[in-house]
């Protein structure tokens, strides 16, 4: 059962993220930053890139690296390799860490993808590192056509900046969101709404004006590593790649599967969050 708890606890715990994140903050502070309009340009290159299926439209820096679903790769190897007819992308331009995060779903192309891209750049927009977690039939939850439904129906647009969270209480938000799945007993700060869509999945179809965001008990207790991160205050953005324990049947116990989360925060609160997790076997062998 979901856990609901009171407003001095739920402060209480998030004042206590928001000390650990400011330090988190604090260290990528002392780090070159880049341009919106630097990054806008990176991310729309990779969109134009993907489109055509013209990997060498994306500029590398020199000893750049690129990875798919966690696997080291050369960057004409991979989804990039071939043009996908995208129907539609959201991108967050973290101006800190100098770094873009995209959602690409390609709904209408023959072989249908939702494909989650961090790119790390240069100050002069050339990529250093770049990584997807990319998710097609089979995958957790899968389904581009419903994904592409909800995605473009909820609104991530510029928050007043009077108005805007700062980078430790954004990534507090949504780092809560993934410890609670180590231990079901801490707080999340959900809005009311929040909407969770998970691959194909929405849960704000259950309730378009309450809570739908939080997370029932694993059977075990999950401990969530790897982290890296994107943020974007201009939008209240944040996204996570990660390991995802245990979900996936077809892995040792030991071994975890790629996966992403991203979040839209407003007022110190999620009010959506994606996922688009990796499979190795159809529905990670969880019969959903």
């Known amino acids: 059962m979901n856990r609901r708890e009171g407003p001095a606890a739920l402060a209480r715990a ?13 260290a990528t502070a002392a780090q070159a930053q880049c341009s919106r309009a630097t990054l806008q340009k990176l991310a729309g290159t990779y969109v134009k890139a993907q489109r055509s299926g013209s990997a060498d439209l994306v500029p590398l ?20 390799a071939g043009p996908l007819k995208v129907d539609f992308t959201r991108s967050f331009l973290d101006t800190t860490q100098c770094a873009t995060f995209t959602e690409l779903v390609a709904a209408s192309d023959p072989h249908p993808y939702v494909i989650h891209t961090h790119i790390e750049a240069t100050t002069d927009g050339k990529v250093s590192k770049m990584e997807s977690v990319v998710t097609d039939a089979g995958d957790w939850m899968f389904g581009a056509r419903e994904h ?6 909820e609104k991530w647009d510029k928050i007043p900046r009077t108005k805007r969270d700062t980078r430790a209480v954004l990534q ?12 079901p007993e801490l707080p999340v700060p959900h809005g009311t709404p929040c909407h969770r869509l998970e691959g194909r999945i929405n849960t704000g179809s ?3 004006e309450g809570n739908t965001c939080d997370m029932g008990a694993f059977p075990q207790k999950l401990k969530v590593g790897h982290r890296r991160y994107v943020i974007d205050e201009t939008i209240g953005a944040v996204s ?4 995802f324990p245990w979900l996936d049947a077809g892995l040792p116990a030991d071994r975890a599967t790629p996966a992403s989360q ?10 959506y969050i994606h996922e688009a997790t990796v499979c190795t076997t159809p529905e990670c062998g969880r019969g959903k």
């Open 240 to 243: 996570i790649f990660h390991d």
């Open 172 to 183: 507090a938000a949504a780092d809560a969101y993934l410890d609670n799945w180590g231990d």
């Open 148 to 153: 592409l439904a909800v995605t473009q129906s």
């Open 262 to 271: 991203m979040f839209r925060v407003e007022n110190g609160r999620n009010r």
């Open 206 to 208: 259950k309730d378009p």
């Open 14 to 26: 998030v004042a206590k993220l928001f000390i650990v994140a400011a330090g988190l903050a604090f």
């Open 61 to 80: 820096a020199k000893g750049a690296s690129y990875a798919e679903n966690d696997k080291v790769m050369d960057i004409g190897q991979g989804v990039l």
